[in-house]
């Protein structure tokens, strides 16, 4: 994702990148209209976050909730990818604030 733009929030930063912007290097098996048309979004938390992979996997798992619900929420998303990356603090933080930053990102980077 060389080619896309880093927002940064409170607990997560966000890495997005429109794929109307990189359709020349969309794969040749797949029609550029699907491919144009789809959200993927993946989310990481480093050993920096917590050395225990429960908790890691605790984060990721909330985060991955609340983009669900906004996929669900605004079905009209499509065209990004985007990477989501834990800050150190994530843990400490209950679920209502992770809600708020990630739509935050999300709104900033102009999916919604």
Not at 22 to 31: G, I, N, Q, R
């Amino acid at each position: 994702m060389d080619k896309g733009q880093w927002i940064s929030g409170q607990f997560f930063n966000l890495r997005s990148l429109r794929l109307a912007n990189v359709l020349a290097e969309s794969p040749k098996k797949v029609d550029p209209a699907e491919f144009v048309a789809q959200w993927k979004y993946a989310v990481t938390a480093g050993v920096k976050i917590s050395k225990s992979a429960v908790k890691r996997n605790r984060v990721k798992r909330r985060a991955v909730e609340i983009l669900r619900l906004i996929a669900k929420d605004h079905p009209e998303i499509a065209g990004v990818y985007g990477l989501f990356v834990a800050k150190p603090g994530v843990l400490d933080t209950e679920y209502i604030n992770l809600e708020q930053d990630i739509n935050q990102l999300v709104k900033k980077a102009r999916w919604i």
